[in-house]
């Protein structure tokens, strides 16, 4: 069974665990490969510098819809991020989007530094991982301005009418903990539907942990746990679920 976690923290500094420990809890529990998400520079930073020291471990670099207003206008910050995407096992360019259900960052911020990531994702051939809550609407338009983009919706919870818009776009969806412990019959349905050529798996530690470990730090490892829980939901094995994830993760990140 091949396991993969594309999209995790576990190098950041608000991470509550020893990350050393929690990668090799992973690679013990049948998870082969991991790839660290970046939400800023600096903590881009950490996960480049994570993925380098740890085999089976690629990093993202990206400026989460949080964060937007620190970098619009500071060309200094952005063009050191942007030397980044020639760090070694740097495979995508997110996690970056729209957020309009916590709107840390005005919605115009949010937009020129989501096109500013998405150009030079193009620039530099490199899928996109991106967050996008409340916020198709502006989502969708931005997308389609630039054709052939490829890319996964972290953490997709939103409409089946959105998820059919992703996969005619041929984008990955990203399922995590939220499969196992959430009471939203259209969400339900929505991941019994997914085209298992179209799905991803993704912890998103330390956040989201799945059932049966709620009030636990989330950790790669639940990867399986994941995996077997969709499996029951759709009626397929937790092999086929694994296996076709791990095929999906390795052909949009190239690891």
Not at 126 to 138: G, I, K, N, T
Request: charge should be negative.
């Amino acid at each position: 069974m091949n396991l993969v976690d594309t999209h995790c923290h576990i190098h950041s500094n608000d991470y509550q665990l020893d990350a050393n420990e929690v990668y090799l809890s992973a690679r013990d529990a049948g998870v082969d490969r991991l790839i660290c998400v970046g939400t800023d520079l600096e903590d881009s930073k950490l996960a480049v510098d994570f993925a380098a020291k740890h085999e089976n471990v690629w990093s993202t670099i990206g400026i989460h819809p949080h964060e937007a207003d620190k970098f619009v206008g500071h060309q200094e910050l952005l063009s050191e991020f942007s030397q980044l995407t020639s760090a070694k096992k740097v495979v995508a360019i997110g996690e970056c989007g729209l957020d309009y259900f916590y709107n840390h960052s005005s919605e115009k911020s949010q937009k020129e530094i989501l096109k500013y990531q998405i150009e030079l994702a193009i620039e530099n051939n490199l899928p996109l991982s991106f967050h996008v809550r409340e916020a198709y609407d502006d989502f969708w338009p931005i997308l389609d301005s630039y054709p052939k983009v490829r890319g996964v919706l972290h953490s997709f919870t939103d409409s089946q009418a959105n998820l059919s818009k992703a996969i005619e776009r041929g984008l990955f969806i990203g399922v995590n903990g939220i499969a196992t412990f959430t009471k939203n019959e259209q969400q339900i349905n929505m991941y019994k539907q997914i085209l298992l050529t179209n799905l991803v798996l993704e912890t998103d530690s330390p956040y989201l942990t799945p059932v049966p470990f709620r009030g636990m730090i989330c950790e790669p490892k639940y990867i399986k746990v994941i995996a077997d829980f969709l499996a029951n939901l759709r009626g397929e094995t937790s092999e086929a679920i694994a296996n076709q994830t791990a095929i999906n993760a390795k052909s949009l990140f190239k690891i």
